[in-house]
């Protein structure tokens, strides 16, 4: 069948068209433009050239950031996935127990990540926090304030417990979407368990488990509110992410040249990242 | 309307030029010969014109971002590198 072309269509981009300038385009280009100035303030700028960014390139600091940011992001993948998938597996698929779960499942995500960090920082705290105070109680010595060790696993089962509902909910979405066939077809052959879950539900959750990969991965790898809450960045420097670390270089010594250069780095990293899934998912799409 | 605040240079101006004059091109390509060219190259998955040139521009930043990291301020040859860079990906890939 023939296309009909009709190039009024594009007038109807250009709502999106303007909203993305607006929101994303002139933004980018202001941060380039510092990027490439010091400022004082004052709307002074001074031509700096590549020097911020050879500074931030060059730097432990920034290094030592994006390997805390790969390493977290690992660590929650490694957690929140498969924990994700056997929680999923388990729930049930029909009666009154699907909506209760489904909303206890979603109760998390509900909330705001910065109450999330509230939450956590208090929940934590030896004094008046019952994770806290128990541990305590029970000999452990924990203080996510003083230990950093403390600080990673209170950072990693905070998100855990806030994110690993999202990986739940788009699994039992792709295994309620397989048909009964399947199943019949495998009881037939007298397939284990195990065999059901590897030829049949795993192949079918590919693509919502790619999706959950692409939305956590990049979430973790964006990391803010939660651990600006809870730890602040510490102690020391142990959970000072990239973007804990650029809005202490940008609004803390309101270094916002070099600032503007790690927003560039940290920007064209996430967009690899992103163009790299986004890839490997549309292209699994096609050979399926 | 006063645009200082966005604190333009002349080199950050002629960059985002350059960037606006390339899509316009890619615009004028795609309207002389529609339909974007989909192939599969090297890396062995569809990609159209527009996608070489996306892969072309980030690879670029890329390439510019290791000579600043490795080599220093002095980005004539991380320029170079990236015009051959392009030129291999909208040849083969």
């Known amino acids: ?288 | 309307m006063n645009f200082s605040w966005m604190a333009w240079t002349l080199p950050t101006a002629l960059f985002f030029i350059t960037i606006a004059l390339l899509l316009v091109g890619m615009a004028v390509w795609e309207y002389a010969s529609p339909g974007g060219n989909p192939r599969v190259g090297i890396l062995r998955f569809e990609t159209t014109r527009g996608d070489r040139l996306f892969v072309s521009l980030l690879g670029s930043a890329f390439i510019h971002l290791a000579w600043l990291g490795l080599g220093g301020p002095n980005l004539w040859w991380a320029l170079a590198l990236s015009v051959v860079y392009a030129v291999g990906v909208f040849r083969y890939v």
């Open chain 1, 1 to 288: 069948m023939e296309k009909t072309w009709n190039n009024k269509a594009w007038f109807m981009v250009l709502p999106v068209l303007v909203l993305v300038a607006f929101s994303a385009v002139i933004p980018l280009m202001t941060v380039v433009n510092y990027s490439v100035q010091d400022t004082f303030g004052n709307n002074e700028f001074f031509w700096a050239g590549t020097d911020w960014y050879v500074d931030v390139l060059t730097s432990d600091r920034f290094w030592d950031a994006l390997t805390r940011n790969l390493i977290f992001s690992a660590i929650i993948l490694a957690i929140e996935i498969p924990l994700g998938i056997i929680i999923a597996l388990n729930m049930p698929k029909k009666g009154l127990g699907v909506p209760v779960c489904l909303v206890l499942m979603a109760l998390p995500l509900l909330i705001p990540w910065n109450v999330v960090g509230t939450i956590w920082q208090v929940f934590g705290r030896v004094d008046i926090g019952l994770l806290g105070h128990t541990l305590e109680m029970l000999g452990v010595n924990y203080n996510y304030v003083q230990n950093p060790i403390d600080a990673w696993v209170t950072l990693i089962v905070m998100d855990v417990w806030h994110w690993t509902s999202l990986v739940v909910l788009l699994c039992y979405a792709g295994l309620v979407s397989i048909p009964d066939a399947y199943y019949q077809a495998a009881k037939i052959d007298g397939a284990s368990r195990w065999s059901v879950f590897r030829y049949i539900q795993l192949p079918k959750m590919k693509r919502v488990l790619l999706i959950a990969f692409l939305l956590r991965f990049m979430d973790s790898f964006m990391i803010y509110t939660e651990p600006f809450v809870v730890t602040g960045g510490g102690p020391g420097n142990s959970t000072t992410f990239l973007s804990i670390d650029l809005v202490k270089m940008a609004i803390g010594q309101f270094d916002l040249g070099p600032a503007a250069a790690l927003s560039i780095i940290y920007f064209l990293i996430i967009l690899l990242l992103s163009w790299i899934f986004y890839t490997v998912m549309t292209t699994s799409d096609a050979q399926s």
